[in-house]
């Protein structure tokens, strides 16, 4: 079940099944970088606004699941319209700036979105744009990206499958509902 906060400024509500903290795992494939498994956190908050505030930290994982290195760092802002039409202002770690457009499916928590803009620095890599599709699945957020470069035609270069990471204090407050020894719960 999603939960819109009460706090949430109307315009997100649509959005509501973002909020929150996530982790979970993916793969990293594409032309002329290292094939990878990789960790991945993102959140997606917000503060009143008309707009989620999104960030994304991954890392490389060895074949034990431990971090290896950071591999991409992103943050934006996230906007939908009445239309549900997705807007969204993105930069990378990597010195690119991105300007995504999209929308909601209808009657079901997917976002497909496409990049309008792309601006890099001098050292960043070749990028020409991307498309990526997010959606909310059984509890989980999955997302897959696919990018272009002058180079390399649009494909697939990212997925991942992240849970919602649970904050103790919203369970923890069911905990006095317990009685004093515990056991009796069980019973």
């Not at 999603?2 to 979970?24: C, K, M, R, T």
């Not at 992103?74 to 939908?80: F, I, L, T």
């Not at 976002?111 to 997010?134: H, Q």
């Not at 499958?161 to 649970?166: E, P, R, S």
């Amino acid at each position: 079940m999603i939960e819109i906060p009460s706090d949430l400024h109307p315009d997100l509500v649509p959005l509501a099944f973002l909020l929150g903290n996530w982790q979970g795992a993916g793969v990293s494939d594409f032309p002329g970088s290292e094939k990878c498994n990789f960790g991945q956190e993102v959140t997606f908050s917000h503060d009143g606004r008309p707009f989620l505030e999104y960030t994304s930290r991954t890392w490389v994982l060895d074949a034990e699941g431990n971090k290896v290195r950071p591999l991409e760092n992103e943050s934006g802002y996230w906007r939908v319209d009445a239309d549900r039409k997705v807007e969204i202002a993105m930069a990378r770690d990597a010195g690119v700036i991105e300007i995504w457009y999209g929308e909601l499916a209808d009657k079901k928590p997917q976002i497909d979105l496409v990049t309008d803009a792309v601006a890099r620095l001098g050292s960043a890599e070749p990028y020409s744009g991307g498309k990526r599709l997010y959606g909310y699945v059984k509890g989980d957020l999955m997302w897959v990206g696919e990018k272009t470069t002058p180079e390399v035609p649009l494909r697939p270069y990212m997925s991942a499958q992240l849970k919602k990471v649970v904050d103790p204090s919203e369970w923890a407050k069911d905990l006095k509902d317990l009685p004093d020894d515990g056991i009796a719960f069980f019973k």
